[in-house]
């Protein structure tokens, strides 16, 4: 089993629906939680980082960790076009750690 | 300013050939990562330096991987007897903290690695 999970089917959504996407994990130590979202022939960009359980909201998007579940989740609202890319959830033990990634969602945004 | 760059963006190597892949890091950046990418995958720790010290390679695939930051800044990746398996994009990120300081970690563009 690996250390994170992310179901990697690709999503296509119309503009301006909301796209859900998860992971779950089964190392409990894990601490810092972050979506990353990497273009085509780019290196991944950190989108969202949170630390320990709850919330996190920056503009149209949401993070959420549920710590006792082993579960994040991201929320995209208003999706545009511009957000297609594959998303990645990583997590971290914390001290600059290595990063454990899930396989990510590649979400198409359809005008 | 510059964000972490990485050359060559693309190499193409016939097997058992050596490569040397190439990371500038952030200017400053103490911190430096090399992960490895297969085609829809999510990266994969390779190995980690804090300045010059390589402090944790158990990511590194085999012993014909090798990494080194001599002057704890650039840094490169070598892989020696290169295999079909090996293809796939090595990414290296940098961040600002050293081991007991959790920050960001910036990619580059990664190098995309096809061995015939």
């Not at chain 1, 996407?21 to 979506?35: I, K, P, V």
């Not at chain 2, 510059?2 to 193409?12: D, H, L």
């Not at chain 2, 297969?38 to 944790?56: I, K, M, S, V, W």
Request: proline share 5%; aromatic share 12%; hydrophobic share 30%.
């Amino acid at each position: 089993q690996k250390e994170v999970e992310q179901d990697p089917g690709p999503l296509s959504v119309p503009e301006g629906a909301i796209v859900s996407l998860n992971c779950t994990y089964s190392n409990s130590a894990f601490q810092y939680f972050m979506w990353y979202r990497q273009y085509s022939r780019k290196g991944p960009e950190l989108l969202m980082y949170t630390y320990s359980s709850g919330n996190k909201e920056d503009g149209r998007f949401t993070a959420q960790v549920d710590k006792s579940s082993k579960y994040i989740s991201l929320f995209i609202r208003d999706s545009q076009p511009s957000d297609s890319a594959t998303y990645l959830c990583a997590m971290t033990l914390g001290g600059n750690n290595r990063l454990a990634f899930g396989k990510g969602n590649q979400v198409v945004v359809i005008p | 300013g510059a964000g972490v760059s990485q050359s060559p963006r693309y190499k193409v190597a016939k097997r058992g050939q050596d490569v040397a892949l190439r990371c500038d890091p952030i200017s400053g950046h103490v911190s430096l990562f090399w992960y490895q990418q297969a085609l829809g995958q999510g990266p994969e720790f390779l190995t980690y330096f804090q300045n010059e010290a390589q402090l944790d390679k158990s990511g590194l695939p085999s012993d014909r991987f090798f990494a080194e930051r001599p002057e704890g800044s650039v840094s490169t990746l070598k892989i020696q007897r290169t295999q079909q398996e090996d293809s796939a994009v090595y990414l290296c990120a940098s961040s600002s903290q050293g081991a007991r300081g959790t920050d960001t970690q910036y990619f580059g563009p990664g190098t995309r690695l096809t061995v015939l």
